[in-house]
């Protein structure tokens, strides 16, 4: 039997992100190669023609579950129908301003979209934002969705995850499928907490066998908060193809599901685990079951995790309480 095609809405389609997730999703990795895709590729009217020329690509391909590629320049018609919905595209910081503007900038793309997306999105959308602050992105489309369940809105940390294995590996020469149960907590910022004190690698607690604190406090934790603002000094463009791979990652587990004692991480609205306030988008430790993320419960809280929760929250609630008072929210 031929399965209906999944809408898949990605912002920012002309984008350096968007050129490297757009051939993954076609190709099958988003969803898996037996689910045929069309892409909705929603832009801002300048870079219309620049999305065109990579839908020549995409065709140029010929991946067997493509199904369709069109371009949309407004929000409306661009999440008209859509399943899942990548909102990529964001306003950069520039010189000269301030947070404020940043949160007012972007609340001016991320609001209508999630209007849009209330409005004519499918029944079962599921929205992964990517554009930052991607936390308070996903805030702001997701009260602007009174009709859309808040937890369909959820925002990246994934990279955040897939760098701590990164770093992990490298440390003790174990391969990044040998470690499970690593944790981003709080904001995708460097306030994020990474936390390996649950971790194992190769079935042993992390934490003892790294058995250095010193490394995780000035080492580890920084080197991963900050790996955003490295690759731009090395890269002198923001990362690329690892924030698409680990956007393929979200999605793909939270719609297939994750391995059994594993769990990933992500950005969910809070239920109030973990002392982290309800309604905040904050990264936890988070399993997929049928479609429906659930954040691990029950793990024990050490003093030094605690008071690094703390202060990534503390990141996020001021957020919020910025796009509040810009009556964004
Ligand atoms: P980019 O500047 O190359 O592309 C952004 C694209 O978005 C542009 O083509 C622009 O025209 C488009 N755009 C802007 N406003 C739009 C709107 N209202 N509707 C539709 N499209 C719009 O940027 P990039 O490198 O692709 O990065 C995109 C965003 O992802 C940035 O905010 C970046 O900081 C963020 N990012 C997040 C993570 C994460 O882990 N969460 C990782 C890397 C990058
Ligand atoms: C990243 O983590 O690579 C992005 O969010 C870019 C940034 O500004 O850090």
């Known amino acids: 039997m031929t399965r209906t ?12 992100i968007g050129y490297a997730l757009l051939f993954r999703i076609a190709s099958g990795q988003l969803l898996g190669k037996d689910v045929p895709v069309k892409l909705r590729l929603l832009e801002i009217p300048q870079a219309v023609k620049a ?34 919905a990548l909102l990529v595209g964001a306003r950069p910081r520039t010189a000269g301003m301030e947070r404020g ?6 609340g001016g793309i991320f609001g209508p979209q999630g209007k849009a997306i209330n409005d004519g999105a499918a029944d079962d959308i599921r929205v992964l934002v990517v554009g930052n602050p991607a936390n308070t992105n996903a805030l702001i489309a997701a009260s602007a969705a009174p009709d859309v369940p808040a937890e369909r809105f959820t925002a990246m940390t994934r990279l955040d995850h897939n760098r701590a294995l990164g770093q992990l590996s ?12 690593v ?13 390996i004190f649950h971790a194992e690698i ?14 995780l406090a000035n080492d580890f934790i920084p080197t991963v908060a900050k790996r955003g603002a490295a ?15 680990a956007a393929i990652d979200h999605v793909h587990s939270w719609v297939n599901g994750t391995p059994e004692g ?56 001021e957020e919020r309480d910025a796009v509040k008072a810009l009556g964004l929210i």
Do not use: C
Request: glycine share 8%; no cysteine; hydrophobic share 45%.
């Open 262 to 317: 594993d769990w990933v991480s992500a950005a969910i609205p809070s239920d109030g685990s973990y002392g982290v306030p309800e309604g905040i988008i904050s990264s936890f430790p988070v399993t997929s079951k049928d479609g429906k993320w659930e954040i691990v419960q029950g793990l024990e809280i050490n003093d030094f995790s605690r008071t690094r929760i703390d202060a990534s929250v503390a990141e996020l609630i």
């Open 202 to 215: 190769a079935g042993k607690n992390a934490a003892e066998v790294i058995n250095d604190e010193a490394w």
């Open 231 to 245: 690759i731009i000094e090395a890269r002198g463009a923001s990362s690329a193809a690892s924030a698409a791979s």
């Open 5 to 16: 095609p999944v809408n898949v809405t990605v912002t920012g389609a002309a984008g350096q």
């Open 101 to 106: 503007d940043l949160l007012s900038a972007n």
């Open 51 to 84: 999305a065109e020329g990579t839908a020549m690509e995409l065709i140029d391909s010929a991946f067997p579950n493509l199904v369709a590629v069109d371009i949309f320049d407004n929000p409306a018609d661009g999440f008209a129908g859509a399943n899942v």
């Open 170 to 181: 490298l440390k003790t020469g174990t391969p990044v499928s040998e470690i499970t149960k």
């Open 183 to 195: 944790t981003i907590w709080g904001n995708h910022s460097a306030t994020q907490y990474p936390d």
